[in-house]
């Protein structure tokens, strides 16, 4: 059974950058889609980013984080990762990594509904 398991969230000054991992075990990551979504105090948890099975396959982005964000994955490291630039406040939350099967090599799933595998998520202050 696929876990995931994220790291890098940290408190980081407005401006700032980070990078999110979000580390597979249990099963070969390239049969799955990833999503990262992320959940703030007191708000529903929202959608941040999307990618199909493989790297150079399809990407997706929220709109509040389109060129500020990139998404990206290296399967033979059973790696996807979250890279955050120019961060603000309203990026203050929890970030999870979620995982489903799917048989499409460019598959984008958007739904958090259909996700089979979360992680327990990291968080992400942006604050001065």
């Known amino acids: 059974q696929l876990q995931l398991v994220e790291s890098g969230g940290d408190l980081v000054q407005p401006g700032g950058s980070l990078t999110l991992s979000c580390a597979a075990s249990?099963?070969?990551?390239?049969?799955?889609?990833i999503g990262w979504f992320r959940q703030a105090p007191g708000k529903e948890r929202e959608g941040v980013s999307w990618?199909?099975?493989?790297?150079?396959?399809?990407?997706k982005y929220a709109d509040f984080v389109k060129g500020r964000f990139t998404i990206s994955r290296d399967n033979a490291k059973n790696m996807v990762y979250l890279q955050m630039n120019s961060l603000t406040p309203e990026d203050t939350a929890v970030y999870s990594c979620a995982a489903v099967a799917t048989s499409g090599r460019y598959t984008i799933i958007m739904d958090p509904a259909l996700f089979d595998y979360w992680g327990q998520g990291t968080q992400v202050t942006v604050s001065s």
């Open positions: 990618i199909s099975r493989y790297s150079g396959g399809s990407i």
């Open positions: 249990g099963s070969a990551l390239d049969a799955y889609a």
